[in-house]
């Protein structure tokens, strides 16, 4: 792994981060898989050092370094409809000033719309109010009018996102609404037969569409509906003769659309489709939904299944459901932890949503696409990419919709408006001055620097190394009885990666802070780079205190 990032930066990263990352003669380097136990000690007094040939073997394959993919088979561009960029508030949620920027940015590259998921960041209130953030201040009403107003200038339209029945986690993590979950266990499923949850619905669906004057489309969620049926009123419903879990979502659902048409008649209402996906034609036709809702499937994979989706948005047609969009990813869709995008992986996912636009029927009508950007998989889990480390994918999948594949017209494109050497935020050259095509720039460069550090395997995996396994393992730690020199050793080693993690920490949490709450800044650091540091400060403090029985 540490070859492979090594391999991947630019030439004057490369030797930075080899140099600055080597063990030094007593051969920390023994985890490596370039170097056996067996021969750790003579590699410590070889002439040449280790870390040096390891420099030189990574500029020998710097010929053999894959490029980014470009040219591969053209498909017809994205069809006629609207491009939607997913801004997933909750978390880190950017400072209204960053999302201007972004908004504006997003504007010269045709984006059509943009799908707001607030989650706590709405400003609820009267009753409501415990549903806003507690880590940071939700934005006001002006932020969100401000947002509105400024996206409307640029030509844009703010879709908001409201959960309606699974991930609702933000609402029923709070004690006085832990009667409302479908069970006790799952924190993000509502309970569909309580008349109460119903009512929470739609006061949270009001206060959202009153602060949206002139609203003209709503998305409702209700995707991933965990454990539902597992519920005591959810058992009863069941066993009744006829009825099943298909109906049971549908039941709750439905109420919600309807109720909304009541309310707002003109609404336009788009909703998640996986909980529609094993439905028969029948089912779908039978379900209240036809005329009232369009589906939005969603697939952020790289091999997405053509022959799959196109069979899923031709049954939803014929059932009725003629009006539908798509969903794909820029980022938020690798794992739940990644901290830098890789561009290739979701420029791949849009290759494969333009081979589904290209195979499907005439009578399908795709709407749009919904390019997500997910800063978390649920409420509860932790951040994954922040948007800065995106925006290089999120320009070059634009740009693949666009052209009808990734060509090298269309780097070139990505490259030019964000002023970057590479569509890959890992290889861009390292900068220092504000760039205003790239905001966040900087803090994307010291993300990928810190994160390259921080999954190095040195550090990653310096707890399980020969030497502290063997020299300071927690039988040694627990009596206090070790070997001095090498003690010391793995000291002088622990305090170096410090030494050079902290300057790079401290320029990361600057820098986000000036585009996020401190909030984020404190939570990112915790997430990310506390798991490696913690344990390197701990051994330091631990071999200072062994030290102090054993040596003089």
């Known amino acids: ?229 597992d519920g005591e009123d959810s058992k009863q419903w069941l066993s009744s003769p006829g009825r099943t879990m298909e109906q049971l979502f549908l039941c709750h659902v439905t109420k919600v659309v309807k109720a909304i048409k009541q309310e707002w008649p003109h609404m336009t209402i788009i909703m998640w489709d996986d909980m529609l996906r094993g439905m028969s034609q029948d089912t779908l036709k039978a379900s209240g939904l036809i005329g009232l809702v369009e589906p939005m499937l969603w697939d952020y994979t790289p091999n997405l299944d053509v022959d799959k989706t196109v069979s899923l948005l031709e049954k939803y047609c014929s059932a009725g459901m003629s009006d539908l969009w798509a969903a794909s990813s820029f980022k938020g869709s690798t794992t739940v932890y990644t901290c830098v995008t890789s561009t290739q992986r979701h420029v791949d996912n849009h290759l494969q949503w333009l081979k589904v636009a290209a195979h499907l029927s005439t009578g399908v009508k795709l709407k749009g696409i919904a390019l997500t950007g997910w800063q978390r998989y649920d409420h509860l889990s932790v951040l994954c990419e922040l948007m800065p480390v995106a925006l290089p994918s999120l320009v070059a999948c634009l740009q693949t919709l666009i052209k009808g594949h990734f060509s090298a017209e269309a780097h070139s494109k990505v490259t030019e408006t964000l002023g970057v050497s590479s569509v890959e935020v890992e290889a861009m050259e390292r900068t220092y001055a504000v760039d205003p095509q790239f905001p966040g720039r900087k803090l994307a460069e010291l993300i990928v620097e810190l994160d390259s550090l921080l999954n190095s395997e040195e550090l990653r995996f310096f707890e399980t190394s020969m030497f502290v396994r063997g020299w300071f393992s927690p039988y040694h730690r627990q009596r206090k009885m070790v070997t001095p020199l090498i003690s010391m050793q793995i000291h002088s080693q622990a305090s170096v990666y410090l030494a050079m993690l902290q300057p790079k920490v401290e320029a990361v949490k600057e820098e986000m802070m000036h585009l996020y709450p401190d909030s984020t800044a404190h939570e990112w650091i915790e997430e990310h780079v506390s798991p490696v540091m913690a344990p390197l400060q701990q051994i330091t403090q631990e071999i200072h205190a062994c030290l102090k029985e054993i040596v003089p």
Not at 10 to 31: H, M, N, S, V
Not at 109 to 121: K, N
Not at 174 to 184: K, Q, Y
């Open 1 to 229: 792994m540490a070859q492979r990032l090594i391999t991947q930066m630019p030439l004057r990263q490369r030797k930075w981060r080899i140099e600055r990352a080597a063990f030094d003669a007593f051969g920390f380097l023994a985890r490596s898989s370039a170097i056996s136990p067996r021969n750790v000690y003579a590699v410590a007094f070889t002439k040449k050092p280790f870390h040096t040939r390891l420099f030189l073997q990574a500029l020998d394959q710097t010929s053999r370094t894959p490029r980014h993919r470009a040219g591969r088979m053209a498909y017809p561009p994205w069809p006629k409809g609207q491009k939607l960029v997913h801004l997933d508030l909750k978390g880190a949620p950017p400072r209204t000033e960053y999302l201007h920027k972004l908004i504006e940015l997003f504007s010269k590259l045709g984006v059509d719309s943009l799908l707001v998921e607030y989650e706590d960041m709405f400003p609820y209130k009267g009753e409501l109010q415990l549903l806003q953030a507690t880590a940071q201040p939700a934005y006001s009403q002006e932020e969100v009018l401000s947002i509105q107003e400024f996206a409307r200038s640029k030509g844009m339209e703010v879709i908001p996102l409201v959960q309606t029945f699974g991930h609702m986690e933000f609402v029923l993590k709070h004690r006085s609404m832990w009667h409302l979950r479908e069970v006790s266990h799952c924190v993000g499923t509502l309970n569909p037969h309580k008349e109460e949850g119903l009512k929470l619905l739609l006061e949270m669906l009001r206060q959202v569409v009153d602060l949206h004057p002139g609203l003209k489309t709503l998305h409702i969620g209700a995707d991933e509906v965990y454990m539902l049926g």
